[in-house]
C-alpha cells in the first residue's frame, strides 16, 4: 500500500518539483531533501518509500530538466498520477526509468492520505480508503522495456549486447 499525496492544482512546473538553486548537483538524495519544498516544505517527512503524488493538468510544465525526475526518485516516490503531463517531463520520466500514470478522473476520485495499490499491468488503481477503482491506460511495452531496464541508457546498453 502506498499513500496518497495530493496537490489538486493544475500546472505543477519543474521548478516547483526541484527549484533552481538546487540544480548544482545530480545527487538524487540530495536533491530530494528539497522536493515539492516550494509547494508543500513538509513534503520531505511527510513522504514514504513508495507513496504516490496526485495532481492536476500538466505536471512537470516549465523547463526541460532531469533534476525534477530524479528529485522525485531520490525522495522515493513510486510514481505520480496527474490528469495530464508536460511532454518533455513525460519523456524525461520516462528516459530516466520513472513510470508515470495519466488518468484524468484521478484526482477527483483520490483525497490526501488515502491508501492506493496500482496494478501496472492491468492500468488500475485501487483506492482502498475510498473502496473504488480507477482504471488507466498503461504504458506501451517499448516505453517498460525502458523502465525496466532503469532508463533509457541502461536499456541502450542492453540492445547493444
Known sequence: MSKAH??????INTDEIIP??????????ELAKHCMEDIDAEFVNKVAEGDIIVAGDDFGCGSSREHAVWALRGAR???VIANSFARIFYRNAI????????SPQAAEKINNGDELEIDYKTGRIKNLTAG???DFKPL??????????????EHIKTKKR
Request: net charge negative; aromatic share 12%.
Open 20 to 29: 533552481a538553486r538546487y540544480l548544482n548537483t545530480d545527487d538524487e538524495a
Open 77 to 79: 516516490v513510486q510514481t
Open 95 to 102: 528516459d530516466n526509468g520513472f513510470y508515470l500514470i495519466e
Open 6 to 11: 495530493v496537490y489538486k492544482r493544475d500546472h
Open 132 to 134: 473504488i477503482d480507477i
Open 140 to 153: 506501451p511495452e517499448f516505453a517498460l522495456e525502458i523502465i525496466r531496464a532503469g532508463g533509457l541508457l
